[in-house]
């Protein structure tokens, strides 16, 4: 059968891969883009067959959306504080690849569900994706360019249960739970829950809220107990994120991203600098250890040995999972109704969990809080080794590991030379090392092929903006557009990030993408690579600018300007207003405005919740405006001129 051809093809439809599609479409609205999901609807994590009732999101209302439309309200009584429902973000989601539409076509009219990649390779200059569909049938798509944005959260970590074939009770990991029937089932009583991050704590007070009878194992050779922060009050909740996101904020953490200032290098390498963030850090660790309480909630919470859900290591330095507290009974739920055992499982017998210290545990099913892999399992070790993707240790190449061990060697070095904190960790649970940690440029290029980019494989806060930000990068580096060093100080760079990953986090560091307090300093770093600078601010005011999706409308105009739009309908490089009056310098204004907000358009000049590209019949523009969104730049062929400004003296108006 003849491969299907096209421009470029993204595989994964979840936050980022919606959003690297939507801006590669931003920028070239007329290219064929195809759009591969394994699961049967859109949204990743967030989709329709993952998400459960009390599966409640992260980031606050207004900012867990994608910049260019506003998430409804949800009810009340779906809410917590300023947390919701993760339902929400799945309509959201499912309504987006609706919104959104280049050359009369939709996004989700670009997406096939169902389809499951299985093999990528490079042939004669192109990708050829094999796979099979949603029927069945095995198909073969070729394209030039490749965006994998099949993410960190696709592929369960289910760990290793000797004697599981003796266990005859369900095992369940997360991504199965809202679809399992575990919690309405009369004949399961007794569930025991593996894990210790966020995912597994809300597996705990879900089934303990169900009536089960719950324990709960952390391994003893793990991170440890994660750290669970109580969620902001709704008033104060995009006020507590946006603080975290400053720029004078990030100075008080050892960024590799944050600039060599004279500020950067008196706290990050005086003795006093160094106190003080100490005592800083210090301080913030023992408010979340007083509101836990771990050591004073009564006997009934000695003897289910809740103490030992106390973090291990300081929140600073993030060795352990982590994530908000969604129910303002979380603690005492698990401290009156949990038994809490640190310690590895032996073995598993007939209904039976053996622990290495010789207790048993009865369960009538096993759930998994334990976490993903990554989902490139498409790629073979050989690939993987040239790519910069992770692999087992043992099937790296031995030439390749020797250049890594001796960049990443001296890396660490000029680590410690601009972090000396970095130098001497508290001491912390870390788990055994198994495989390569991710060494993309930027967390997005390999440093060898500029055909194909990573898009959502580092750990980071608001994965809407991290989402945004890297489209726009990735759309460049695809496109040729970004002024890449030689390979030679790629690959320091590269070296340089997961030598610092280690040190800043420990043991989740040992991945080379763990960039959880870098929101901020990681994608501005990112935009000066690009020569983009409206989302900054002027002197002092750009070190209290928090992180807003306010900036990506003015950025993603601020990139076209500079790199141009591909109208192949017409062969016009796109402006948005460029009539016979005022300035460039006020028409660029007007662009940026209006792209940051279409309503300033009146109503009767747009038609709202649509978009689609201008180039249209002569006939078809007098019978109507041209309609205005920040999904496409208005763009018109010269001779259109007297059409679409009419009448001018409004725009004039605007404009001013």
Same mark, same amino acid.
């Given at each position: 059968m003849?491969?299907?051809?096209?421009?470029?093809a993204?595989?994964?439809?979840?936050?980022?891969?919606i959003?690297?599609?939507?801006?590669y479409l931003?920028v070239h609205?007329? &290219?064929?883009?195809v759009?591969?999901e394994k699961?049967?609807?859109?949204?990743?994590?967030w989709?329709?067959?993952?998400?459960?009732?009390t599966f409640?999101?992260?980031?606050p209302l207004?900012?867990?959306e994608?910049?260019?439309?506003?998430m409804?309200?949800p009810?009340?009584?779906?809410?917590y504080?300023a947390?919701?429902?993760?339902?929400?973000?799945?309509?959201y989601?499912?309504s987006?690849?609706?919104? &959104?539409?280049?050359?009369?076509?939709?996004?989700?009219?670009?997406?096939?569900?169902?389809?499951?990649?299985?093999?990528m390779?490079?042939?004669d200059?192109?990708?050829?994706i094999?796979g099979?569909?949603?029927?069945?049938?095995?198909r073969?798509?070729r394209a030039?360019?490749?965006?994998?944005?099949?993410?960190?959260?696709s592929?369960?970590?289910?760990p290793?249960?000797?004697?599981r074939?003796?266990?005859?009770?369900?095992i369940?990991?997360q991504?199965?739970f809202g679809?399992s029937?575990?919690?309405s089932?009369s004949?399961?009583?007794r569930?025991?829950i593996?894990g210790a991050?966020?995912?597994?704590?809300d597996?705990?007070y879900?089934?303990?809220?169900a009536g089960?009878?719950?324990?709960?194992?952390?391994?003893r050779?793990?991170?440890?107990?994660?750290i669970?922060v109580?969620?902001?009050?709704?008033?104060?909740a995009?006020a507590s994120y946006s603080i975290?996101?400053?720029?004078?904020?990030?100075?008080?953490?050892p960024?590799?991203?944050?600039?060599?200032s004279?500020?950067?290098?008196?706290?990050?390498?005086?003795?006093?600098?160094m106190r *003080?963030?100490?005592?800083?850090?210090?301080?913030?660790?023992?408010?979340?250890l007083?509101?836990?309480d771990?050591e004073?909630?009564?006997?009934?919470?000695?003897g289910?040995?809740?103490?030992?859900?106390?973090?291990h290591?300081?929140?600073?330095?993030?060795?352990?999972?982590?994530?908000?507290?969604?129910?303002?009974d979380?603690?005492?739920?698990?401290a009156e109704n949990?038994?809490v055992f640190?310690e590895?499982?032996?073995?598993?017998g007939n209904?039976i969990?053996?622990l290495?210290d010789?207790?048993?545990?009865?369960a009538d099913?096993i759930?998994?809080g334990?976490?993903?892999v990554?989902?490139l399992?498409f790629?073979?070790?050989?690939? &993987?080794?040239?790519l910069?993707l992770?692999?087992?240790?043992e099937?790296?190449?031995f030439?390749e590991?020797?250049?890594?061990?001796?960049?990443?060697?001296?890396?660490?070095?000029?680590?410690l030379?601009?972090f000396?904190?970095l130098a001497n960790?508290?001491?912390?649970?870390g788990?055994?090392?198994t495989?390569?940690p991710?060494?993309?440029?930027n967390s997005?290029?390999?440093?060898v092929?500029n055909?194909?980019a990573?898009?959502?494989?580092?750990?980071?806060?608001n994965?809407?903006?991290l989402?945004? &930000? *890297?489209?726009?990068?990735?759309t460049a580096?695809?496109?040729?557009?970004?002024?890449?060093?030689?390979?030679?100080?790629?690959q320091?760079?590269?070296?340089?990030l997961?030598?610092?990953?280690?040190?800043?986090?420990?043991s989740?560091?040992?991945r080379g993408?763990?960039?959880?307090?870098e929101?901020?300093t990681?994608t501005?770093?990112?935009?000066?690579q690009?020569?983009?600078s409206?989302h900054?601010?002027?002197?002092?005011?750009?070190?209290?600018?928090?992180v807003?999706k306010?900036?990506?409308?003015?950025?993603r105009?601020?990139y076209?300007?500079?790199?141009g739009?591909e109208t192949?309908?017409?062969?016009?490089?796109s402006t948005?207003?460029?009539g016979?009056?005022g300035?460039e310098?006020?028409?660029?204004?007007w662009?940026?405005?209006?792209?940051?907000?279409?309503?300033?358009?009146?109503?009767r000049?747009?038609?709202e919740?649509?978009?689609r590209?201008?180039?249209t019949?002569?006939?078809?523009? *007098?019978?109507?405006?041209p309609?205005?969104?920040?999904?496409t730049?208005?763009?018109r062929?010269?001779r259109?001129?007297?059409?679409?400004?009419?009448?001018?003296r409004?725009f004039?108006?605007?404009?001013?």
């Open positions: 003849k491969p299907e051809r096209f421009d470029i993204v595989v994964g439809a979840g936050i980022s891969g959003a690297a599609a939507k801006f931003d609205p007329d &290219c064929n883009l759009i591969l699961d049967k609807s859109v949204g990743g994590v989709n329709s067959e993952r998400v459960y009732d409640y999101t992260q980031t207004g900012i867990w994608y910049s260019d439309m506003t409804p309200k009810p009340e009584e779906d809410m504080e947390s919701f429902k993760a339902k929400y973000t799945t309509r989601l499912d987006y690849v609706d919104h &959104c539409v280049y050359a009369g076509k939709t996004l989700r009219a670009r997406i096939e569900c169902g389809f499951d990649v299985q093999k390779s490079k042939e200059g192109e990708w050829a094999s099979e569909d949603s029927s069945g049938n095995a073969t798509l030039p360019k490749v965006i994998v944005a099949s993410g960190l959260t592929v369960p970590n289910i290793s249960l000797p004697g074939v003796k266990f005859v009770n369900p369940i990991h991504k199965d679809r029937d575990l919690l089932s004949a399961i009583k569930i025991t593996l991050a966020k995912s597994a704590a597996l705990v879900d089934c303990v809220k089960k009878s719950v324990t709960w194992i952390i391994r050779t793990g991170t440890g107990p994660g669970f109580p969620a902001p009050s709704r008033r104060s995009s975290g996101t400053l720029r004078i904020v990030a100075t008080l953490t960024s590799l991203f944050n600039a060599d004279w500020w950067n290098r008196i706290l990050q390498r005086s003795q006093l600098g *003080q963030l100490t005592k800083t850090w210090n301080s913030l660790h023992e408010k979340l007083t509101n836990g771990f004073g909630r009564g006997e009934r919470a000695k289910n040995n809740f103490a030992k859900l106390k973090p290591t300081p929140v600073i330095w993030q060795n352990q999972g982590a994530g908000l507290i969604n129910r303002p979380f603690w005492d739920t698990v949990v038994q640190h590895n499982i032996e073995t598993l209904g969990i053996r290495q010789g207790q048993e545990i009865p099913a759930l998994c334990t976490g993903w990554p989902s399992g790629f073979d070790p050989g690939q &993987c080794a040239e910069g992770p692999q087992p240790i099937s790296y190449p030439k590991a020797k250049m890594w061990e001796s960049l990443e060697r001296e890396a660490d070095r000029a680590v030379d601009r000396p904190i960790p508290p001491k912390h649970y788990e055994q090392v495989h390569t991710y060494r993309l440029y997005i290029a390999p440093v092929d055909s194909i990573f898009v959502g494989h580092v750990l980071i806060a994965y809407f903006h989402a945004e &930000c *890297q489209a726009i990068w990735a580096y695809l496109d040729g557009k970004v002024k890449l060093p030689p390979l030679e100080e790629r320091k760079d590269v070296a340089l997961v030598a610092w990953c280690r040190r800043r986090y420990l989740n560091g040992d993408h763990w960039l959880a307090s929101q901020r990681y501005d770093h990112l935009f000066d690009l020569g983009l409206s900054r601010r002027f002197w002092l005011w750009d070190s209290f600018a928090p807003s306010k900036d990506l409308p003015r950025l105009a601020e076209i300007k500079k790199y739009q192949a309908a017409v062969g016009h490089k948005i207003i460029s016979n009056r300035s310098a006020r028409r660029q204004r662009n940026w405005k209006l792209m940051a907000n279409p309503n300033l358009l009146p109503r000049y747009r038609v919740g649509s978009t590209n201008i180039h019949s002569m006939d078809a523009l *007098q019978r109507s405006t309609l205005l969104s920040t999904h730049l208005i763009t062929p010269p259109y001129a007297a059409t679409f400004l009419r009448p001018a409004l004039a108006k605007l404009a001013r």
